[in-house]
Nanobody, 115 residues
Framework: QVQVVESGGGLVQAGGSLSLSCATS????????MRWHRQAPGKEREFVAI???????GYADSVKGRFTISRDNPKNLVTLQMMSLKPEDTAVYYC?????????WGQGTQVTVSS
């Protein structure tokens, strides 16, 4: 059974930092591309960051330079380091594992940035 579990969300003041983690099981983690998305109230889910199995990364323009995605293959773990947080970063953050036709989502973790 595949599991994708996010953790690390919480409440932080604007300008602060937060680190999200995503733990997986049931997959060959090193083969999968790992992504973070977020969904704010009343808005559609949007792409945040991706780290490919190769280690290459990509970011949405809105977070580029502030967020860093990384992976630890031996630990089956992906991390999203978020800095200089803004109130508009408030959302539920979702992790997903993707490989060809396989796509697994986590349940999400809430991030709230107060002004």
């Amino acid at each position: 059974q595949v599991q994708v579990v996010e953790s690390g969300g919480g409440l932080v003041q604007a300008g602060g930092s937060l680190s999200l983690s995503c733990a997986t099981s049931g997959i060959v983690f090193s083969n999968f591309h790992m992504r973070w998305h977020r969904q704010a109230p009343g808005k559609e889910r949007e792409f945040v960051a991706i780290i490919f199995s190769s280690g290459d990364t990509g970011y949405a323009d809105s977070v580029k330079g502030r967020f860093t995605i990384s992976r630890d293959n031996p630990k089956n773990l992906v991390t999203l380091q978020m800095m200089s947080l803004k109130p508009e970063d408030t959302a539920v953050y979702y992790c997903s594992a993707m490989l060809n036709s396989q796509l697994y989502w986590g349940q999400g973790t809430q991030v709230t940035v107060s002004s």
